[in-house]
Nanobody, 125 residues
Framework: QVQLVESGGGLVQTGGSLRLSCAAS????????MGWFRQAPGKEREFVAA????????YYADSVKGRFTISRHNGNNMVYLQMKSLKPEDTAVYYC??????????????????WGQGTQVTVSS
């Protein structure tokens, strides 16, 4: 059974940092791009960051560029999202996802096949 499990969310003050982790199990994802998405209350799920299967390419939403860093460790089937200079508008449930197509990187949620259950990030002002 394929599972993606996020961890590392929590409550942090404006300007603070958090590091989200995503543990994949059930099959290796070393040939798949991995992404982070988020959904705030009353809003649609939005793209945050994605990383290519080999880690060579990364993409970020304009709203997080320069503050967030996505990384992966294929040997451990892990994906990370380092978040710095957090703002109240970063408050959302953050989801880890695996792209359905091997060796291609996408930024649209519909291109991702496997999803975690999400982890809450709350940034207080």
């Amino acid at each position: 059974q394929v599972q993606l499990v996020e961890s590392g969310g929590g409550l942090v003050q404006t300007g603070g940092s958090l590091r989200l982790s995503c543990a994949a199990s059930g099959r290796p994802f070393s040939n798949n791009a991995m992404g982070w998405f988020r959904q705030a209350p009353g809003k649609e799920r939005e793209f945050v960051a994605a990383i290519a299967w080999n880690g060579d390419n990364t993409y970020y939403a304009d709203s997080v560029k320069g503050r967030f860093t996505i990384s992966r460790h294929n040997g451990n089937n892990m994906v990370y999202l380092q978040m710095k200079s957090l703002k109240p508008e970063d408050t959302a449930v953050y989801y880890c996802a695996a792209d359905r197509t091997i060796r291609v990187i996408h930024t649209r949620a519909r291109e991702y096949e496997y999803w975690g259950q999400g982890t809450q990030v709350t940034v207080s002002s």
